[in-house]
């Protein structure tokens, strides 16, 4: 019953409606929005400008939570804090309806926004640390319930609906399943959590309770230190080798680093009673950063200058800055407020949500940069327009064309290379995709398993890919065989086992061993072998994915065998590894 205390009465989420209005009808908007995609009503032409909107409207709840607890720390009038409010939620329109595409938008600006629901009591005020921690401490644990709350109706709704149907043989409609975890995830879980806000902002009566403690001393604080350790040994390596830093550099120290400031800001008031572990880790953490943070820039400057920028690698740089601003201001300054770690967060996303420095704009121009570089190298770009190119262009520099042309397709960017076609070719820019785009260069698209540079070397050479055949439906003329295997599918076998099938009517066995020879034998007399794995390397050389056909033949041992194959699923990675494939065979005996 004590662990049933921690949630609160259907009084307390009435309170919360109250005091978070525009919130609640942000929420209620956006759970209309939904309902109307899921019910296949359009509100508007345009499916991305709807989805637009619920963004806008999601951004909009945390946005008028955090005005409403400004309001309240700060003793707002009524007309600044709806002057606020509405100035904020105007530019976050702007933001949605004239940013990049919503999977690289969303998460930055809902991420800001939700950090500034935990800070905004704090900007502009002198309010101590450990009042910011105290609030941040009840309202994480608010957000955690909430999230428990969601899952806790979504899960046991949807079973007992689900049990009814068994039960009683009724068939419930799937939206109803979604309707649930909507309400959940729209309504119920993010009030829930705003119910927890305190709304008093000085309050420093909190004593960390014992498991956060444990937490803190014999967990997290151990983990940063050994952590630390293995990088600082990783370091000197790179020192006496003088090689440089490898293409995870960058994961290790971003890991490192949030591990680190999480540490630090949750074990804030234990930062001097706090164990050995402890006090280590807050006391060293911010100038043990700076090195990491040297070698994150280095490792990520050598990609970008190799490969130009994305938006993954925009967010390590946006990652890297953050790290140093901190790093620089908690090791050279004592007594920085807590509330600099989020609010320096804070700025970087919305920064990087919008304008031509945004992640998005900055990293399609980068990368049209690259690939009309290229183009122009390789004579496929002369005075500003596409021509099929005469050079007999390397495998490498048409692979990197190719997965330049895919990236921009994927992230809505064809419109950027449509004026290099020639405007005497009507061409409708939303059917322009990336396979018709390189094929008015004079090559086919190479597909991404060999969109790398081999000879650079980079830090990840593993690739899976599908070799396909473009005639396996076809009918096939078997004149002049004696038997037909007809298509046979092979998982290959991990534990160095031998693959093998029998046609007893006929007397063929087949055999497909690990390292990718297939062999076929007729009455265990005749036998005859097929290097599939040196074809199959030889294919992934030529940088396509699909053929006319996919077809090995030899006459040997008194048997004339031809085998198709309509697909052959296969992993790069130093050596290659099949991982499935099918075949016919045709066989005629001599």
């Given amino acids: 019953m004590k662990a049933l205390s921690f949630f609160k009465s259907v009084e307390t989420l009435k309170d919360t409606v109250l005091r978070f209005p525009l919130s609640t009808l942000c929420a209620l908007i956006t759970f209309f929005l939904i309902a109307l995609s899921l019910e296949k009503v359009k509100l508007f032409d345009d499916q991305i400008l709807h989805a637009r909107m619920i963004g806008l409207f999601i951004s909009g709840f945390f946005w008028c939570a955090a005005a409403q607890l400004f309001r309240e720390s700060h003793s707002l009038s009524n007309i600044v804090y709806y002057s606020l409010t509405v100035t904020g939620f105007l530019a976050l329109t702007a933001m949605w309806l004239m940013s990049g595409i919503l999977q690289y938008q969303a998460p930055l600006i809902g991420g800001a926004l939700f950090l500034l629901i935990f800070s905004a009591p704090y900007i502009l005020n002198q309010r101590s640390p450990h009042a910011f921690w105290v609030f941040q401490h009840t309202l994480g644990v608010g957000a955690s319930f909430g999230f428990l709350a969601a899952m806790i109706l979504w899960g046991g709704v949807s079973a007992a609906l689900a049990s009814i149907a068994y039960l009683f043989e009724l068939k419930i409609d799937w939206r109803f399943y979604v309707y649930i975890w909507v309400f959940a995830a729209i309504l119920l879980g993010p009030l829930y959590t705003l119910s927890w806000a305190p709304d008093r902002f000085d309050d420093e009566a909190f004593d960390p309770n014992k498991g956060l403690k444990f937490i803190l001393n014999w967990i997290l604080a151990p983990l940063v230190i050994v952590y630390m350790v293995i990088l600082y040994a990783y370091f000197v390596k790179i020192g006496v080798t003088q090689e440089l830093p490898r293409g995870q550099m960058a994961n290790m120290t971003i890991g490192f680093a949030a591990a680190g400031i999480v540490t630090y800001a949750t074990g804030w008031p234990l930062r001097e009673e706090g164990g050995f572990f402890l006090r280590t880790a807050v006391k060293w953490f911010f100038p043990a950063l700076i090195i990491p943070i040297l070698m994150q820039a280095l490792a990520i400057g050598v990609r970008i200058d190799a490969y130009g920028l994305t938006e993954k690698r925009y967010l390590v740089c946006l990652a890297a800055v953050w790290f140093a601003v901190l790093a620089v201001l908690f090791t050279l300054k004592k007594n920085i407020h807590l509330k600099v770690i ?120 593993q690739r899976k890919f599908n070799l396909r055949s473009l005639k396996q439906h076809n009918i096939h003329v078997v004149t002049g065989y004696d038997y037909v295997i007809p298509q046979t599918h092979i998982i290959a076998k991990k534990d160095g086992s031998v693959w093998s099938r029998h046609w007893p009517e006929t007397g063929l066995k087949a055999f497909f061993s690990e390292n990718g020879v297939l062999t076929l034998t007729l009455r265990d007399k005749k036998k005859i072998a097929f290097d599939v794995a040196k074809y199959a390397r030889g294919l992934a050389d030529s940088g396509q994915m699909q053929y006319e056909n996919l077809m090995l033949e030899k006459d040997q041992n008194g048997l004339r065998v031809k085998v198709l194959f309509p697909y052959m699923s296969v992993e790069i990675s130093g050596g290659l590894t099949f991982h499935r494939l099918s075949f016919i065979a045709y066989v005629d005996e001599r």
């Fill in 342 to 461: 989020p609010l320096v967060l804070i700025v970087l996303l919305l920064l990087a949500s919008f304008g031509p420095w945004s992640a998005y704009n900055l990293s399609g121009w980068s990368q049209t940069k690259i690939v009309e570089r290229l183009m122009t190298e390789n004579g496929i770009l002369q005075d500003g327009k596409i021509v099929e190119s005469t050079q007999d262009i390397p495998l490498e520099d048409r692979a990197r064309i190719s997965s330049i042309i895919r990236y921009m397709y994927e992230t809505r960017r064809m419109d950027t290379l449509a004026g290099w076609i020639d405007a005497s070719e009507k061409i409708d820019v939303s059917t322009l995709n990336a396979n018709k785009y390189i094929a008015r260069m004079g090559f086919e698209f190479v597909h991404e398993p060999y969109s790398y540079n081999r000879k650079a070397k980079i830090e990840d050479p």
